[in-house]
């Protein structure tokens, strides 16, 4: 069964650096959405990207965060300048459609860990 | 913004009961999913419910949906131990932007399985 992958499965960066995740959609979706989730809290919206742009985008997703699809299969979400606080669970996900009607896969996370 | 949020926190129950989870949510919406999410891993999508869905079986899932009320239910039939994680109502925006749509998750129902 298709599904997401993310790389890597856990990244310790230092404050002040810059970290890029790495994600691979499903092969036939056409959206593709970046979240994180703080421990123990809430699992949040952070962008959403389709046909080369940002679709939607949440207040966290300020101009630290930039996201990319640097080739046909790959999407990245990277952090210019990491704090303290951007340690997380960062997730990705797609869906086929950005309609409301269809489900959003989401991949094994990548844990960020800034020190 | 919307929110879906879930009720019990908590719930721990014996092996082969059912489990009950319960979710709210606030504003008008294109559909509801949920998710189970295993100690510091991924999210699984389990289920979506379009808005003009009543109810939706999936194995022993059973999902119900009451846009009156703004209300849904996630009950989990014969419950085993492989069924301890945390489950999470996501809603999406029914009038969010154009070609996509963000999710919003609640924070989640911890349910235990004592076998």
């Known amino acids: 069964e298709p599904e997401v992958t993310q790389t890597p499965s856990h990244q310790v960066t230092q404050m002040g650096q810059e970290v890029i995740l790495r994600c691979v959609p499903i092969s036939n979706h056409l959206y593709f959405y970046w979240y994180r989730q703080i421990l123990g809290q809430k699992v949040e919206f952070l962008v959403s990207?389709?046909?080369?742009?940002?679709?939607?985008k949440s207040e966290i997703f300020d101009d630290q965060f930039s996201v990319e699809r640097p080739d046909g299969s790959n999407f990245t979400l990277k952090i210019r300048s990491t704090k303290l606080e951007d340690s997380a669970m960062y997730f990705c996900?797609?869906?086929?459609?950005?309609?409301?009607?269809?489900?959003?896969?989401f991949g094994p996370g990548t844990r960020l860990t800034v020190t | 913004s919307q929110q879906g949020e879930e009720d019990p926190q908590a719930l721990s129950i014996q092996e082969g009961e059912n489990a009950t989870m319960n979710c709210s949510y606030k504003t008008s919406i294109n559909n509801l999913q949920w998710y189970r999410q295993n100690s510091g891993r991924g999210l699984v999508h389990l289920i979506l419910?379009?808005?003009?869905?009543r109810e939706k079986h999936s194995g022993r899932l059973r999902v119900t949906l009451d846009t009156s009320k703004k209300s849904s239910s996630l009950l989990i039939t014969a419950s085993r131990a492989a069924d301890t994680a945390s489950y999470f109502c996501?809603?999406?925006?029914?009038?969010?932007?154009?070609?996509?749509?963000?999710?919003?998750f609640g924070k989640g129902t911890k349910l235990s399985v004592i076998p």
């Open positions: 996501a809603t999406d925006d029914l009038y969010s932007g154009a070609g996509s749509y963000q999710l919003t």
């Open positions: 419910i379009r808005s003009n869905e």
């Open positions: 990207f389709y046909n080369n742009e940002i679709s939607e």
């Open positions: 996900a797609s869906s086929e459609s950005g309609l409301g009607i269809y489900e959003q896969y």
